[in-house]
């Protein structure tokens, strides 16, 4: 390993959160950018092969070492997990805003079908979601979107990391409704077969 | 509100009997059409709204014999699908039929369903990744040692709704207003609080919230200081920062002193 990659290594190694490539060069810049990104890059790859209980991992645009989840249930053995416990509608709400972002209460709601003020001040309080300021549009209502800790806990190098709605929608793919035409729909058929279509 | 998981296993054949079960399982009026829709295994692009309408307003009516407060948002979504429901049962207008696949009635209720749906499972997966502190960790630092490792880094960014927060919590410190007391006749003027503000500014580098408002604390004060520091924010002025978590919250002017007195004479 280069002498490089192993002062990273230290850096990252004492910090309590993930160190960002612009960090590295501003504490290190006695270096290139380039050379650091190469050590970076290297120090990934000797965690890879050395295949141990955790690895160098991109996270909210930082570097950071975690364990991978095949040890955790050894790790909360000792380590009291933060259970991160998400309810239904909190999961929905942060889904939202994570793809919508920036977003507003009420599209929220809308999206949703419910009020979401409660959620949303939970979500703030456990700062997934934070206040990015105000929607130019009457009322000036305030505008959603998700924190640097959102990115950290779910893991995500940046937004982009986010897997896509279309990869979702495959996930789902295997339909519910296959077996339509065995349904007794009855009258419901032909109501549908006269379907009102207006000009 | 994070309220307990709700099982995977959703049936609904035993709707009658296990209803209060069922009512905390749904997140609102399109999760319960949804719902409703998948245990009818019906054809989301091609819900027979009768049937739909009937069983939405079926679980509604059990909600009310239960006594329980049907939220409003449930109602919203039954009058629109009474609504669609009548609009089905408008006669078709001759020659026109199948021209525009978009106006059928049910378009934007389907839309509205598939784009929760699509929600709903985004949030699935969301949870469904290896979340740090539940199935990775990270090195942590003993909370002592992060804390002062904070206090020498300096002060952090501040969020505007730990702003807030801070503001609240000093509210509640003040004790009650008596409201037999005749007011004095001072009253506090925003302006006058940011020029106190700068020129507390001037002697010293950092500020903090509650050194402002600390020689007296009513009510007026406190509020007339928020706004100003708001205000300060809003041109420019200071940077707010809290030196750790549940810190202190500091005020640094954000230019040089001088210059911050020009741009306000």
Redesign the interface.
């Known amino acids: 390993m280069s002498s490089l990659a192993i002062i990273i290594e230290s850096l990252i190694?004492t910090a309590?959160s993930p160190v960002s490539l612009d960090r590295l060069c501003e504490l290190l810049n006695e270096y290139e950018r380039e050379e650091i990104k190469r050590a970076i890059a290297e120090l990934v790859v000797s965690y890879e092969e050395r295949n141990g209980s955790f690895h160098l991992v991109e996270?909210a645009g930082g570097w950071?070492?975690?364990?991978?989840?095949e040890y955790?249930q050894y790790?909360t053995r000792h380590?009291k997990?933060?259970?991160?416990?998400?309810?239904?509608?909190?999961?929905?709400t942060?889904?939202?805003v994570?793809?919508r972002q920036p977003v507003t209460r009420t599209e929220v709601e809308?999206?949703?079908?419910?009020?979401c003020g409660?959620?949303m001040k939970?979500l703030?309080e456990k700062k997934l979601v934070?206040?990015l300021g105000k929607k130019d549009i009457p009322g000036r209502p305030l505008i959603y979107g998700t924190s640097k800790e959102f990115l950290?806990?779910?893991?995500l190098k940046d937004l982009k990391g986010l897997?896509t709605?279309k990869e979702?929608?495959a996930?789902?793919e295997v339909p519910?409704?296959e077996?339509?035409e065995e349904?007794p729909?009855g009258?419901?058929?032909e109501?549908?077969n006269?379907?009102?279509?207006?000009? | 509100m994070l309220t307990p998981r709700r099982e995977d296993n959703l049936t609904l054949d035993g709707f009658h009997e296990s209803y209060s079960v069922h009512l905390d399982k749904f997140e609102g009026p399109l999760d319960l059409l949804l719902h409703l829709i998948r245990k009818n295994e019906l054809d989301i692009y091609d819900i027979p709204i009768s049937t739909i309408t009937r069983q939405y307003l079926d679980y509604i009516k059990l909600m009310k014999d239960l006594n329980l407060e049907v939220a409003g948002d449930f109602l919203v979504m039954a009058s629109t699908l009474l609504h669609i429901k009548s609009r089905m049962l408008l006669p078709l207008e001759e020659g026109e039929e199948g021209e525009e696949e978009e106006l059928d009635p049910r378009a934007e209720l389907i839309q509205r369903l598939l784009e929760y749906q699509q929600y709903k499972d985004a949030g699935m997966v969301l949870e469904a990744r290896a979340l740090l502190g539940r199935e990775v960790f990270s090195r942590t630092c003993p909370e002592p040692l992060l804390l002062a490792a904070n206090n020498e880094e300096g002060p952090l960014e501040l969020e505007l709704f730990e702003l807030v927060d801070a503001f609240r919590s000093l509210l509640i410190r003040i004790p009650a207003e008596t409201f037999h007391e005749v007011a004095a006749a001072e009253s506090f003027n925003i302006a006058d609080c940011i020029n106190e503000i700068l020129s507390l500014m001037q002697d010293r580098d950092m500020l903090h919230f509650d050194d402002l408002v600390n020689e007296d604390l009513t009510r007026e004060r406190v509020i007339a200081t928020f706004l100003a520091v708001l205000e300060l924010c809003k041109l420019k002025l200071i940077r707010i920062f809290q030196g750790g978590q549940h810190g202190n919250i500091w005020f640094v002017p954000a230019v040089a002193p001088d210059s911050a007195e020009v741009i306000l004479t």
Do not use: C, M
Not at chain 1, 64 to 69: A, I, V, W
Not at chain 1, 81 to 92: C, D, G, I, M, Y
Not at chain 1, 110 to 115: K, M, P, Q, Y
């Open positions: 190694f309590d996270v950071q070492f975690r364990t991978s989840p955790q790790v380590i997990n933060k259970t991160v416990k998400f309810s239904p509608s909190a999961l929905e942060l889904a939202i994570a793809y809308f999206l949703r079908g419910v009020d409660g959620v939970t703030l934070r206040i950290e806990i779910f893991g897997p709605l979702i929608q996930l789902d519910h409704y077996q339509q349904l729909l009258q419901t058929i109501i549908e006269e379907l009102p279509f207006e000009s």
